[in-house]
T-cell receptor
Framework: DQQVKQNSPSLSVQEGRISILNCDYT??????FLWYKKYPAEGPTFLIS?????DKNEDGRFTVFLNKSAKHLSLHIVPSQPGDSAVYFC????????????FGKGITLSVRP | GAGVSQSPSNKVTEKGKDVELRCDPI?????LYWYRQSLGQGLEFLIY????????KSGLPSDRFSAERTGGSVSTLTIQRTQQEDSAVYLC???????????FGPGTRLTVT
């Protein structure tokens, strides 16, 4: 049973527009959420995270929103750039640093020039 | 100052053979994870080493899989009697203390023919 779900396998967005990547989770014990970005033939790289005590975290063009009651988070990228084209993984962790991460299946973002 | 490294980058092996995959984590990182990503799937947790504690092996898919971490640093993932369904990208990640952010290596692409 998937505890972290990224239900859309792909998203295509025009350069300059907003990209919204969604993620749902089922385990209410998760209290830390991360987004990773992966280019082909490379390992995932950390992008942005959010603690369950917050509902928004912003870093440059990237903002993560968390709705705990809905067990939903989203990553907003604005404005989208062609270099953002990659696979984006949502991940969640339980209490305590070093806790095991549970990953979603990922979503492939394509930003059209 | 290098990141996580993995070797080999690619491995093609015949069904039934044993393989060893190596991970060199970031120096000083206390925790190390192994994941695999099969085609079209997310990141599947395999095993987790934290300091001197007993490893969390709950993600290993069968007893053909084993891993060790010598001296709290380098880790080796061994797959015995490989099967075609073992074909995947095997990723290693390390994490420092008091951190949720895992740093991934580039992965080893294993193909079992």
């Amino acid at each position: 049973d998937q505890q972290v779900k990224q239900n859309s396998p792909s998203l295509s967005v025009q350069e300059g527009r907003i990209s919204i990547l969604n993620c749902d989770y089922t385990n209410s014990m998760f209290d830390y959420f991360l987004w990773y970005k992966k280019y082909p033939a490379e390992g995932p790289t950390f992008l942005i995270s959010i603690s369950s005590i917050k509902d928004k975290n912003e870093d440059g063009r990237f903002t993560v929103f968390l709705n705990k009651s809905a067990k939903h988070l989203s990553l907003h990228i604005v404005p989208s750039q062609p270099g953002d084209s990659a696979v984006y993984f949502c991940a969640a962790s339980g209490t305590g640093a070093n806790s095991k991460l549970t990953f979603g299946k990922g979503i492939t973002l394509s930003v059209r020039p | 100052g290098a990141g996580v490294s993995q070797s080999p980058s690619n491995k093609v092996t015949e069904k039934g053979k044993d393989v060893e995959l190596r991970c060199d984590p970031i120096s000083g990182h206390t925790a190390l994870y192994w994941y695999r990503q099969s085609l079209g799937q997310g990141l599947e947790f395999l095993i987790y080493f934290q300091g001197n504690s007993a490893p969390d092996k709950s993600g290993l898919p069968s007893d053909r899989f084993s891993a060790e971490r010598t001296g709290g640093s380098v880790s080796t993932l061994t797959i015995q009697r490989t099967q075609q369904e073992d074909s995947a990208v095997y990723l290693c990640a390390s994490i420092g203390t008091a951190s949720y952010e895992q740093y991934f290596g580039p992965g080893t692409r294993l193909t079992v023919t």
